[in-house]
């Protein structure tokens, strides 16, 4: 069995020639009508919108100097410490800075201290 088709389109023969050359006019439509569609379309910009922008939060400076810890805050946080069951880690600890009383510890080192004792847990 062979079946033939045959199809007349004689606006396909002219699109095709109309791509060739880049330019699309319609089939059936007259020149003035095929110049009007290649002609610069003017178009308006668009309405800009207004942009709010608001302030950069304020820049903090930086802390200069380590924070000073007094012996009372440094005792609140061993209390804590023993009440979360750590005497065991606290009491090592103060025997790594040589003391058997928090009280014996020397001023210069409480910020020292007070960083191991959040190493502990401890809130300072």
Do not use: W
């Not at 006019?25 to 919108?49: C, G, K």
């Not at 005792?75 to 928090?102: I, R």
């Amino acid at each position: 069995m062979h079946i033939e088709i045959t199809i007349h389109c004689p606006e396909l023969a002219m699109l095709a020639n109309a791509l060739q050359a880049k330019t699309v006019p319609a089939p059936s439509e007259s020149p003035a009508a095929v110049s009007a569609l290649s002609a610069p379309q003017v178009t308006t910009a668009p309405t800009p919108v207004p942009v709010t922008v608001s302030a950069p939060p304020p820049v903090t400076a930086a802390p200069t100097a380590a924070p000073q810890y007094t012996l009372e805050q440094i005792m609140k946080a061993g209390a804590g410490l023993v009440q979360a069951g750590k005497m065991e880690q606290l009491s090592a600890l103060m025997t790594q800075y040589g003391v058997n009383d928090v009280t014996k510890l020397p001023p210069a080192q409480y910020g020292a201290f007070a960083t191991a004792l959040r190493g502990l847990g401890a809130a300072l």
